[in-house]
Structure formats: structure tokens, C-alpha cells
């Protein structure tokens, strides 16, 4: 039912037409539509409205479903070409039918020039600028920029939707109505467990963020334990936190490139969680061979990130705003690298359910601090953020993107130095219990 504004205009009845035309076939799924005089598209009578697109002003539907339509659809969203009220991640299968839908340029201006006519002008995509990199493709330099664009972009900001630890990664539920703090400390413990840590062991973090894994390392499991970033304020915050801590004797971050650190059978175990996903397929191979360097024999290491199906397509907009040169692999080209470098595998998990949680919490966190958010950072950026954690939690929930943790080992003259099974992986014992009682 469509509800018009007293004053309504021809160019929003326009809209209205143009928009029935292009939602042809589309089940609404609680969708409702504002326009920017007030005139409303109400959802389906019985169906209960779970979010509204608001359009903000008469070009807003030509910047939407402009050519490349994928990536002018999300970036008229950070203009605020329009807004999404409410649920944005079931707003997500909307975009989804504008994308697919079998137009080209000249059907979409041959629509609205029926109902116009509209200037060409407006059905032009207007690309906003993403961060600019330089230099070659996963070269130090550049790999710097890439991280430090997304990581550097404030403490405050990021800490205003993590968890308490800051864990800007996958959490381990026990139940959907855990807690984020406390299920990313079971994430902590559970990394620990299936590394098996023992006391003066001593632990490589790749890519530490703000130093929770060492720091809940170090304090429960007795390592001397060492975390790498690329991100000066990251790598300040986390030592301030361990000084604060007192546990500046057993661990500590270091701004430093993973591919810069030389000694060799250095580590007993080695961990990196999240980073994979910025090294690139081509320098994989190197990321492997450098960690089976950097590990003793006999040691261990788990890798933690995101593995895509073969069907995925590539997300532009995540690449230019979000995460700029990460590239996502299937699994199995990942364990074969995995392989040919040496290492045995010895465990894959996937935690793809996890990390819809995970997301999810974030993205109300994110949501419920909006006017906190403004003022850290700008609107865009919110934005930004807001878009790529409801597309993020959409695409695990769906089974496009999933996560895995892989234990890799480099066997000592055929000895694992392992255990039959897995139960000291989830045996919650004192350890753990105290760690999360203090949650």
C-alpha cells in the first residue's frame, strides 16, 4: 500500500513508478520504502515491517542502480543517497535483486527516460575515493598501507563495539545467548587448548591486534609471548595494557613485518588469527615457508581466517573501502600450501556459525553507538562499517564465506608429540573456569 505525501511531487510519484518496475518480483520480506517528501510504500499487509529504505532526496534511486550497480548501490548508501532503518542485514537481499537484475545501461535509461525524461548525468555512478595504496601488489610497503588504513583508524572507535578485550576476531559460543566478552574469552582459551601451551613455551602471535591473545597467554599458560602488527597504535595501546597488567616480563608487541623476523626454530608454537586474509594468494607460499621457519621442530602452529566457496564472487566494495588488497581462498588450495611447505595437517574446524554470532554482536554494538561513533569518526566511515559487518554476518550465515581454524604441525623425525584425542581441547578445567568466571 503506498501512503502519498499531501504535498507530493511528480518527480516522487516518478520514483514510485520506476521503483515498482525494478522491484518487479521481489517479495518484500518486510520492506517498506520512504521517499524523501514523506511518501511511503508500506510493507505487505500481515507482514510485519523489519526495515524501511529511505531515499533522501529525487536522484537517490538513479545513484543507487547505476552502472557498475554492486558498487554504486553500497556507496550511495555512505553517501546517504539513502539510509536503511532497522534491520539492515535482511535489507542485504534487496540489494541482492537490484545486482542481479538482467539490465544494462541503455534498458536503465530507457526506463526512466519513460518516466522523466531524467539527464544521463544522473545515471552515472559517482565513485567516492577509497584509500589510494602504492607501490607493488603485497610488497612490505604497501601491505603496510593496506593494514594501517583499516587498523589505524582509531582505538576509540574500535573499542567502542569489540568486546572488552578488544578480539577483532572470531568468537566461540557455547550458546547464542552468550555474551561477546565472554565468548571471546573461550576463544582465547580455546586457541590456548588446541596449542597446547606449556609453561616457559614461547609464542608468536602474526597480526596481534591489541595483544588479548598474549596477554590471556602469558597470564593463564605461563609463555613468554611475542605479537607482531603493522599498526603503530595498536601496537601502543597493547603495550600499555600489558604494563598495566604486569605482565610486561612474559610478553610483549613489537611493530614489526612477520617476513622481517630471522631466527630460526625460534617458537614453539606460532598463531595468526585474522591475518592470512591480508597476505594474498601469490605470497602464501612465502607465508608458510616463513613460519615453518620461525617454528622448532615439533612445534605448532594454527591458523586462524576466513576460506570463501569457489562460487563467491569478489565484494568491490570491500576491497576498495574496507579491506584494501585482502584476497579470500577455498580451503583446500590454503591446506595445500599448507603442505607443500612442510607442514602435517592435523585439524580443521570450522567455526562459520560462530562468526555470524560474532558479527552480529558487533554490528548491534556498532549500531547501538552510533552518536558515540560520530563523534570519533565521520559519518562515511560509520557507514562503512555498518554495510561491511551486516554483509559480513549475511555471507557466514549463508555459507559463502566460512571459518576455519587449522592446526598445522612440523613433525620432529615422524613424532606428533601429540594425544590420542582431543579431550584436554574441551575439557573446561580449572583453568578455564577461573578465567571465565572473572568475565
Known sequence: MVT?????????????????????????????????????????????????????????????VAPP?????????????????????????????????????K?????????????????????????????????????RQAVTSHYDLSNDFFSLWLDRRMAYSCAYFLSPSDDLDRAQERKLDYLCRKLRLMQGERLLDIGCGWGGLIMHAARHYGVDALGLTLSKPQAELANERIRQSGLGRSCRVELCDYRDLSTRNAFDKILSVGMYEHVGASALPNYFEQIWRLLRPGGAFLNQGIAIRNACRPDRFIDRYVFPDGELLPIGPLLSMAERSGF????????REHYAMTLRHWLRRLEGGHDEARQIVDEKTYRVFRLYLSAFAARFQSGLFDLYQTLLLKSDGGASGLPLTRDDWYRRGAREQESLASV
Not at 511531487?9 to 521517499?35: D, E, F, N, Q, V
Open 4 to 64: 502519498k505525501a499531501r504535498d507530493c511531487t511528480p518527480a516522487s510519484s516518478k520514483c514510485l513508478s520506476a521503483l515498482k518496475a525494478l522491484l518487479a518480483g521481489y517479495h518484500s520480506r518486510g520492506c517498506a520504502i520512504r521517499l524523501w517528501d514523506g511518501t511511503v510504500w508500506e510493507a505487505e499487509p500481515g507482514d510485519a515491517t523489519k526495515f524501511t529504505i529511505v531515499l533522501k532526496h529525487a536522484d537517490a534511486l538513479c545513484k543507487m
Open 69 to 105: 550497480r554492486d558498487l554504486a548501490l553500497a556507496e550511495a548508501y555512505v553517501r546517504d543517497d539513502f539510509d536503511i532503518e532497522g534491520d539492515i542485514e535482511a535489507a542485504l537481499a534487496l540489494g541482492e535483486h537490484l545486482y542481479a537484475l538482467p539490465w544494462n545501461t
Open 107 to 143: 534498458a536503465l535509461w530507457g526506463l526512466f527516460w519513460q518516466l522523466g525524461p531524467l539527464s544521463l548525468l544522473r545515471l552515472r555512478h559517482t565513485r567516492d575515493n577509497g584509500p589510494v595504496l602504492k607501490g607493488k601488489l603485497h610488497s612490505q610497503d604497501r601491505d
Open 344 to 351: 602435517e595437517v592435523r585439524d580443521v574446524e570450522s567455526l
